[in-house]
C-alpha cells in the first residue's frame, strides 16, 4: 500500500508521484464570484464511467436545499457529477433558495449532457443568503474546462471556507489482485463540538463494489470516524459525506463478506480517520488536538454524553488553551451531565500521567508532570469512572481568542 | 417602599441613608490568606435573634464539602451564623476537605458561643485544593472583630471571585403595618451559561416567618431569577442559595396564603431577578446582556430546550460579540436542539426588529436595522416557533476574548 499524503496547504508535495489521479474520475474549481477576493468557489466532480454512490447527511431539521436534493438523488445509487459551491450554504433560503439549487444542478447537467437526476450539489457557506444564480450560470463554461483528471487537489482547495488548509489524502492498495485508488477531500474548521459549521466530505475510488457495500462501508467509517469528532445531531444544515465507485479498478464486486469488501474497508476506516484528525487540527482557531476518553461508565451511552460533556464546555476548552491542570472543571462539567458518577472512584490523566485518584488529587507533582503533556500539541485525557463496562471517546479542540475573533467577524 | 440601591462597584454610593443595615444581623469579612494580594476572603453573617432558614444547593454529583454539611444543617430551619470563604471551593477533596470543613465550623461556632449545628458554611474558588485550615482558624479572633451591623457591603465584597463587582442590594417595604428590610448579596460571574461557575447568595431580612413559607418563597423566587440565567443541571460543585429571616420588624408571621407572604414575595421576587441580572452582567468578559425568549415551542419543556440551546452556543455567544446578525447560526442550533420546529412557520427578533420572516431573511433592510440593536449592551433575541404554546426566556452574556483570557489563565 502506498500512500501520498500531502502536507498541509502545500498540494504540490504529493510526495513525488504527481497530483493524485483516481481512474475515470476528473475534478475542477474556478472562482465564480460568491466569495471575495477571486478565491475559489465552484467545483465540480465527474465520473465517467458513472459511479456508484452512497451519502450521508445532515440530521439538522433545517436541510439546506441542496441537502434536500442530493439525499433525495443518492437513493438511486447512482452519480456521474457532483457539482459544490462554497461560500454560501443556500440554507435557510426557503422555496427560492430550493429552485436555485434545482436550476444550477439542471445548467450543469445540461452542459455535461447528462440527465439531471445524476448529478448531486453540496453547498458550504453563509446561511441564508441568496446564490448569485447569474455568476454560477456564467461560470460553467470554463468550469467544464478545468476539468481534468489531475484537478482533484484544487477542488479541495475550491471548497475551503474558514479552513486554513485543504484537507485531501490519496492511497493506493492492492485489492483482489487490482490496484484500488482512493482519493478523499474535506472541509470542516468550525471548533467542530459543537460541529455548527459545515463538514463536506467526498470519497472517490475506482473500486469495483455494489451500492450496498458502499452504504455499508459509509456507514460504518463515518460513525469511527467523523461522528467521533461530531456531536450527536449537533449538525449544519449542509453536512453532506458522499462516497463515490466508479469500478474502473476490475475488482471482483467488493460484496458484503468478499475478501474484497474487508480489503477496502482496512483501506477506508483509518483512512478516514485521518482526514476527520485534519479536521480537528484546522478547528476554527485551535492550538491543541485533544483526544477525550471515559473509560468504565455505566453504559456507553453514559460515557458518551460524558464525553461531549467536556468536549463542549467553554471552561474546559480554556483550559487545554491555558495548558492548565484545572481538573476541577472536568469534575464539575461531568458531575452535572446527567449520568450518574461516583466521585470517590475517578481517576483523571493527561496521557499517562494521573492527576485525579479516587476523586482527590493525585498530588502537585503530578499535576506538575502533567503540565509538561498540556504543552504539547495533541494529547489524551483520560476519565476512568470504574463504575461499570461503558468507554467512549471523541477528539476536540481548544477554545481560543483566534476562535473568538474568526466567529466575530465570520460575516462582517 | 425605597430602594437603596447601589452602583455596581461602589459601595458607598448607598443612596444617602448610610450603609444598609438588616435589624438583628451583623456581617464581617477579612482576609486570612486564601487569596493573594491581602484580598478579603473569609465572611462572617450573624444573627441575634437567631433566624428561621430556607436553602437550596447545587444539583451536582460532586456536591462540596461546605454544601453537604449546610443541606444537612439548613434542614432544622434556624441558622445563627453563616460562614463563607472565597478563593478555594473545598470541592472535591475527599474526605479530608469535609473534616476541614467541619472543622472551620466548629471553630466559629466555639468563637460566637452558637451550636455548631447553627452555623452554616459555603465556599467558592478553586476546586479541588485543601483550604489553608490553619490560617482560617488564626483569623477566626480577627473575623469576629470585624463584625458590625454595617458589614454586609462589605461581605458583598469579600465573597468575590472572579466577580468585577460585588453585587449586593437593599430594600424596605411596610408589611402589615410594619417596615421590614430585605437585604442580598450574591457572587456568580462564569459565563453562567454554562454555569460552571458558583452562585453564591444570601438574603437576610427581618421579616417574621415560619420555615415553611421562607422555602416556598426561596423555590420560587429561584426559579423565576437565578435558575433563568442558568442551565438546568448544569451548576458548579458549590451553588448555595440561601433565605434567612429572623423576625425582627415584628409582622404578624407571613404564613403561606396571608397578605404578609404576599407583600414580601412581591418585594422578594422582582429583587431577586434584578441580582441574577447583575450577575449577568458581569458574566466573565461579558460586554451584552441578552434575554433569550422562545415562543409558541410546542411545550414548556421544548422551549426551555431551545433556549439553552442558543444560551450555550458558543457561536451563537460570539455572533452577539461581534454584533453581528448571523441569524443562520440561530437556526442551525436549533435545528439541532432535538424539539422539533417547522423551519417555514419560524420568525426571528432583535428586540422589535424582524430578521426572519417565515423561515427566511426579512430582507437587507431589516438586518440594518437589527444591527443597531446588536450595538446595545442589552436586547432581546425573540424565537417565534408558531408551533405550539410552550415559551421560556434564559438571560446570557456574550463569548468575548476577554472570557477566553479569563478562563485560559484563571489558575496561573
Same mark, same amino acid.
Given at each position: ?78 452519480? /456521474?457529477?457532483?457539482?459544490?459551491? %462554497?461560500? $454560501?450554504?443556500?440554507?435557510?433560503? =426557503?422555496? &427560492?433558495?430550493?429552485? +436555485?439549487? *434545482? ?115 459509509? /456507514?460504518?467509517?463515518?460513525?469511527? %470516524?467523523? $461522528?467521533?469528532?461530531?456531536?450527536? =445531531?449537533? &449538525?449544519?444544515?449542509? +453536512?453532506? *459525506? ?171
Amino acid at each position: 500500500m502506498t500512500s501520498i499524503r500531502k502536507s498541509p496547504g502545500d498540494p504540490s508535495s504529493a510526495s513525488g508521484c504527481g497530483l493524485p489521479v483516481v481512474p475515470g474520475f476528473r475534478a475542477g474549481g474556478i472562482h465564480c464570484g460568491i466569495k471575495k477576493d477571486q478565491k475559489k468557489d465552484l467545483v465540480l466532480l465527474t465520473s465517467d464511467p458513472p459511479a456508484r454512490v452512497a451519502g450521508l447527511f445532515t440530521r439538522n431539521l433545517f436541510k439546506a436545499a441542496p441537502v434536500l436534493i442530493s439525499q433525495a438523488r443518492v437513493r438511486s445509487g447512482r452519480c /456521474k457529477a457532483v457539482l459544490i459551491n %462554497s461560500g $454560501n450554504a443556500n440554507a435557510c433560503t =426557503g422555496e &427560492a433558495g430550493h429552485q +436555485d439549487a *434545482v436550476a444550477m444542478s439542471r445548467w450543469a447537467a445540461k452542459a455535461l449532457g447528462i440527465e439531471e437526476e445524476s448529478i448531486l450539489v453540496a453547498s458550504t457557506g453563509v446561511v441564508g443568503e441568496r446564490l448569485p444564480l447569474a455568476r454560477i450560470r456564467r461560470a460553467l463554461p470554463a468550469l467544464l474546462r478545468s476539468l481534468h483528471p489531475e484537478g482533484l487537489v484544487e477542488a479541495s482547495e475550491a471548497i475551503r471556507t474558514t479552513d486554513r488548509f485543504a484537507k485531501s489524502l490519496c492511497r493506493q492498495s492492492v485489492i483482489g489482485g487490482k490496484e484500488v485508488t482512493l482519493f478523499g477531500m474535506a472541509k470542516g474548521a468550525g471548533m467542530i463540538c459543537p460541529n455548527l459549521a459545515t463538514l463536506l466530505a467526498f470519497f472517490l475510488t475506482d473500486l469495483n463494489a455494489p451500492v450496498a457495500a458502499l452504504r455499508r462501508l459509509l /456507514k460504518t467509517g463515518v460513525e469511527g %470516524s467523523f $461522528n467521533r469528532i461530531d456531536v450527536d =445531531g449537533d &449538525a449544519s444544515t449542509n +453536512d453532506t *459525506v458522499l462516497l463515490l465507485a466508479n469500478g474502473m479498478a476490475g475488482n471482483r464486486s467488493a460484496r458484503p463478506g468478499t475478501h474484497e469488501f474487508e480489503a477496502f474497508a482496512d483501506l477506508l476506516f483509518p483512512f478516514m480517520d485521518e482526514l476527520a484528525s485534519m479536521i480537528v487540527q484546522d478547528g476554527e482557531g485551535a492550538t491543541k488536538v485533544v483526544e477525550i476518553r471515559i473509560r468504565a461508565a455505566r453504559s456507553k451511552a453514559d460515557a458518551k454524553t460524558l464525553a461531549y460533556k467536556l468536549a463542549n464546555s467553554p471552561l474546559v476548552k480554556t483550559s487545554f488553551y491555558g495548558e492548565d491542570i484545572n481538573w476541577g472543571r472536568l469534575m464539575v462539567a461531568l458531575g452535572c451531565a446527567g449520568p450518574l458518577l461516583q466521585p470517590d472512584k475517578m481517576d483523571i490523566f493527561y496521557d499517562g500521567v494521573q492527576v485525579v485518584r479516587r476523586g482527590i488529587s493525585a498530588g502537585k507533582r503530578q499535576e506538575t508532570l502533567a503540565k509538561k503533556v498540556l504543552r504539547k500539541d495533541r494529547f489524551t485525557l483520560t476519565i476512568d469512572l470504574q463504575v461499570g463496562k461503558g468507554n467512549h471517546s471523541v477528539v476536540t479542540s481548544d477554545l481560543t481568542h483566534a476562535y473568538v475573533t474568526l466567529n466575530a467577524s465570520y460575516r462582517t
